[in-house]
C-alpha cells in the first residue's frame, strides 16, 4: 500500500516535533534561547540587534524616505483592504459579480501539497523582510528591540522583533506609525520588485502547463508527468490554458488525442486516449488537473528549473502581496489594528479602548463573514 505525499508529509511533521520536543528535554534547549513546546518552538536571540543598528546608522535617508512614506502608504493598504472584503461580500450576497474565496492559509489542506516549496521558499523571505524592516525602522526611532527571533506552530513559520513595549508606548504618534507601516511597506516594495523581475525574466505564454497529473488517467499512462508543458492538440497550437478548456470543449470520450508535449526539455508526441468525467459522462477529460499558462524563461533554462524559478518568485510576489494589503487590515493582531488606534487615540479620548473594541467586533466579523461564504460556496478545495 503507498502512502500518499500528504500523509508523509504529515507523519514527517509530527515525527520532526517529537524528535525536537524529546531533544530539547534531553539537551535543554531553553539555555540556548531556544523554548520548545509540543508542536511550537521559539528561539530568540540579540545578535541580529547590532546588525540592524547598523543598517538603521548606513542607510538613515533611505529609511528615513521609506518610513515615512509608509505612512501614505499604510493608509492606502487599509482602505483597500476594508474595501476588498466589504465589496467581496456583497459579490456573494448579491449577484453583482464573481466573489474571491478568501481562505486562511493552511499547507496541504487549503494549499496542494506540489506548493509547498514555493509556499515555504516565499514565507521565509517575505516575513523575515517584514519584520527586519520593523527592527531597522525601531533602532531609527529610537526604540530598543528586546531580541529578535523565529518561531513555528505546526507548520506554520515565522519571525519576529521584539521591541520594548513601554518604550514603543512612549514615543511620538509618528515614529509609532512609522514602525507599523514600514513592514506591510517593504512587503509592497518587495511584490512590486518581484513582479518587475518576473516580467524581465519570462516571456508571454507558450503553452500550458500541467500542475498535476491524475494517477491511473491517460496522461499518466501515457508517460507524462507534473510540470510537463502541453505544446499542441492535433496539431492546433495552445497558448494559455484558456485555448486549451475551449479546444476539449469539442472532444468526445474515447477519442485518440495526438499530443505535442514538452517533457523533459525535449518535444514529443503521443497518442492518447480520452476517458469519460465521473461527473458528466459526455464529457472528455485527459487525466490532469489544475493547469495554468507556461512562460519560457529567457535565461537558457532548463523546463523544469525555470519552472520552479517562475513559481519560486511568483509565490514570493503573491505573498509579499497579500502580507502588505491584509497586515494593515485594522483588527487584531494585524499592524493595522494599532495603525488606526494610534492615528484615532487622541480624538477619541475616553471612548478610545471602546472604540478600538468595538472595530475588532465589526472587522472581525466582515472577514469571517467572507470566509465562511468563501467554504460554503466553494467548499474546502486547495488551490
Known amino acids: 500500500m503507498m502512502i500518499s505525499p500528504e500523509i508523509s508529509f504529515l507523519l514527517g511533521v509530527v515525527i520532526f516535533w517529537v524528535i525536537l520536543y524529546a531533544l530539547s528535554r534531553v539537551v535543554r534547549l ?49 482602505i483597500f483592504s476594508v474595501y476588498f472584503l466589504v465589496n467581496n461580500l456583497l459579490k456573494f450576497i448579491y449577484p453583482i459579480g464573481v466573489a474571491a474565496p478568501v481562505f486562511p492559509v493552511l499547507p496541504v489542506i487549503t494549499i496542494r501539497f506540489y506548493w509547498l516549496y514555493y509556499f515555504f521558499v516565499a514565507v521565509v523571505i517575505v516575513i523575515w523582510m517584514h519584520e527586519l524592516a520593523h527592527g531597522v525602522i525601531a533602532r531609527l526611532e529610537k526604540i530598543p528591540v528586546l531580541s529578535t527571533g523565529v518561531l513555528a506552530a505546526l507548520v506554520f513559520f515565522g519571525a519576529f522583533v521584539e521591541p520594548d513595549e513601554k518604550e514603543f508606548e512612549r514615543a511620538p504618534v509618528l515614529s509609532r506609525l512609522r514602525m507599523l507601516a514600514v513592514g506591510s511597506s517593504t512587503n509592497l516594495v518587495t511584490a512590486l520588485l518581484v513582479f518587475l523581475l518576473l516580467s524581465g525574466l519570462f516571456i508571454s505564454p507558450a503553452g500550458v502547463l500541467i500542475h498535476e497529473i491524475v494517477p491511473g488517467g491517460p496522461m499518466d499512462e501515457a508517460g507524462f508527468q507534473n510540470w510537463d508543458v502541453i505544446l499542441a492538440i492535433n496539431n492546433q497550437t495552445l497558448i ?38 465521473e461527473e458528466n459522462k459526455s464529457r472528455a477529460i485527459i487525466g490532469v488537473f489544475q ?26 510576489y503573491l505573498l509579499s502581496l497579500s502580507v502588505a494589503v491584509f497586515n494593515m487590515f485594522p483588527l487584531y493582531p494585524f499592524d493595522g489594528e494599532k495603525f488606526l488606534y494610534y492615528t484615532l487615540e487622541r480624538l477619541l479620548g475616553k471612548q478610545k479602548l471602546k472604540f478600538r473594541k468595538i472595530l475588532n467586533v465589526v472587522f472581525l466579523g466582515l472577514l469571517a463573514g467572507n470566509m465562511i461564504l468563501s467554504f460554503a460556496r466553494y467548499g474546502l478545495v486547495p488551490i
Open 291 to 316: 493547469l495554468s499558462s507556461y512562460h519560457p524563461n529567457r535565461l537558457g533554462l532548463d523546463q523544469y528549473t525555470g519552472i520552479h524559478l517562475f513559481w519560486t518568485l511568483f509565490w514570493i
Open 240 to 277: 494559455t490554458q484558456t485555448d486549451f478548456y475551449e479546444y476539449m470543449k469539442h472532444v468526445k470520450p474515447n477519442e485518440t488525442l495526438t499530443l505535442t508535449v514538452l517533457h523533459a526539455n525535449q518535444k514529443v508526441k503521443r497518442n492518447i486516449t480520452t476517458m469519460a468525467a
Open 30 to 78: 531553553d539555555k540556548y534561547g531556544l523554548k520548545v513546546k509540543p508542536f511550537y518552538f521559539m528561539y530568540r536571540s540579540k545578535a541580529l540587534n547590532e546588525t540592524l543598528d547598523n543598517w538603521a546608522k548606513k542607510g538613515r535617508k533611505f529609511w528615513l524616505v521609506l518610513s515615512n512614506i509608509s505612512i501614505a502608504f499604510g493608509v492606502g493598504l487599509m
